[in-house]
């Protein structure tokens, strides 16, 4: 008996999946890309500043000048009108920390309460509220000046300040952290030992929303510091200007005086870096909060 040997069937060789290198490049392309924008306007403003009035328009751009004229500039805008840029930059300190501060504080009353207390209308003013982080402050600053000038508060420290007290997107924050961070069990172990509702919000609501304030004051903060169109609405006298109103009314007289140009550059580099400086000393609380939450 003979036997015959057949061929064994072709086996379908399968191609190897294709890595998907370009799909997982596009993300780190477009993060690359954002980087880029925001940085190069920094850049040109660092580099500018380093150049002389006759310098400015007279080099390439982003090519900075090695000589004084990054020292000659600052004494320049120092002495610039007797010194009212540093004046406007108390102004922003003065706008900045006291409307954070209080902002801060409304915000961590209005999300406290929100978060630990039942009432009735409580969801609905949550909406209501929430809403309000939609509005620009466009439509806003118009009635807003025109509430205060009623009242005769206009052209004044407090016209600035007030508006800035109630923050939408403070009060959420606050909320939600709240709610994430304060236990309903450590309150009632308080309530037990007699301690009244202003203790309780004092002694542990605060102390335990700590890292979550940081965060409400330092976008508060940011955002009082680089408001332009509410102190430009509000305020006229040029004593009381912040920053942004000033380095506009520096470089509106500099479309006259073109040397103006490389005192308004120097004055928003400047205006940079005391922000630079808050958030590296502030960072701190962030770790601290990152670590809590992977604890919990």
């Known amino acids: 008996m003979t036997t015959t040997l057949q061929p064994a069937p072709a086996r379908r060789v399968t191609a190897a999946p294709k890595p998907r290198r370009r799909i997982a490049l596009l993300p780190s392309a477009v993060l690359l890309l954002g980087a880029v924008y925001c940085l190069v306007p920094t850049l040109w403003i660092l580099i500018g500043s380093t150049k002389s009035r006759s310098q400015l328009f007279s080099t390439a751009t982003y090519l900075p000048s090695f000589g004084s004229g990054l020292v000659d500039n600052i004494k320049g805008l120092s002495s610039y009108d007797g010194g009212v840029f540093w004046h406007w930059m108390l102004n922003s300190f003065l706008y900045a920390a006291v409307g954070g501060v209080l902002a801060t504080s409304v915000s961590a009353a209005t999300g406290y309460a929100l978060a630990k207390y039942q009432f009735r209308g409580r969801t609905v003013l949550f909406n209501a509220i929430v809403a309000g982080v939609l509005l620009p402050q466009v439509v806003l600053a118009i009635p807003q000046y025109l509430l205060l000038a009623r009242v005769g508060l206009t052209d004044s420290y407090l016209a600035v300040i007030l508006p800035q007290l109630f923050n ?65 609405v509000m305020v006229t006298s040029d004593s009381k200007f912040p920053l942004t109103v000033g380095l ?44 809590t939450g992977g604890l919990k």
């Open 248 to 291: 506009y009314s520096l470089l509106r007289h500099g479309s006259d005086q073109a040397s103006l140009y490389s005192l308004v550059i120097t004055g928003t580099l400047l205006s940079v870096i005391p922000v630079i400086a808050l958030f590296l000393c502030l960072q701190r609380y962030w770790r601290i909060d990152l670590v």
């Open 168 to 232: 939408p997107y403070g009060i959420y924050l606050s909320r939600i952290y709240a709610a994430a961070a304060v236990p309903d069990s450590l309150l009632d172990a308080g309530r037990i030992d007699g301690a009244s509702e202003a203790r309780l919000f004092r002694s542990i609501g605060l102390r335990l929303m700590v890292p979550g304030l940081i965060t409400v004051f330092l976008l508060q903060f940011i955002a009082i510091w680089n408001n332009f169109l509410l102190p430009f």
